[in-house]
């Protein structure tokens, strides 16, 4: 069993910056990908960005790229979301996500939700116009 805990959310101006922290405890993840999403009120939960366990591979969301940085250090069982220029549709309560997954880390498979048997509670972000 994996424990997944984020934190790093908060309230910030539009144009600004976040770095979300997701802590796992329990079993390493440090051989499982892991992968951002995030959840707006009354929408689905959608992809973010994801980063394979050596970090040889990263995908975005085509709505963060440039903006959004995923990383890892697998030392202290983290995985980071550095959120620059953040907008107010960026809005959401941020979850991370990892799993042992069998075969190419692709970003179709990244992208998917049912590929994650592990999840946090989620962090807000809130970013004002």
């Known amino acids: 069993q994996v424990q997944l805990v984020e934190s790093g959310g908060g309230l910030v101006q539009a144009g600004g910056s976040l770095r979300l922290s997701c802590a796992a405890s329990?079993?390493?993840?440090?051989?499982?990908?892991v992968a951002w999403f995030r959840q707006a009120p009354g929408r689905e939960r959608d992809f973010v960005a994801a980063?394979?366990?050596?970090?040889?591979?990263?995908y975005y969301a085509d709505s963060v790229k440039g903006r959004f940085t995923i990383s890892r250090d697998n030392a202290k069982n983290t995985v980071y979301l550095q959120m620059n220029s953040l907008k107010p549709e960026d809005t959401a309560v941020y979850y991370c996500?990892?799993?042992?997954?069998?075969?190419?880390?692709?970003?179709?498979?990244?992208?998917?939700?049912?590929?994650?048997?592990?999840w946090g509670q989620g962090t807000q972000v809130t970013v004002s116009s």
């Open positions: 996500a990892t799993g042992q997954i069998s075969g190419w880390y692709s970003a179709t498979v990244a992208k998917s939700l049912d590929n994650y048997a592990y």
């Open positions: 329990g079993r390493s993840f440090s051989s499982y990908p």
């Open positions: 980063v394979s366990w050596s970090e040889s591979s990263t």
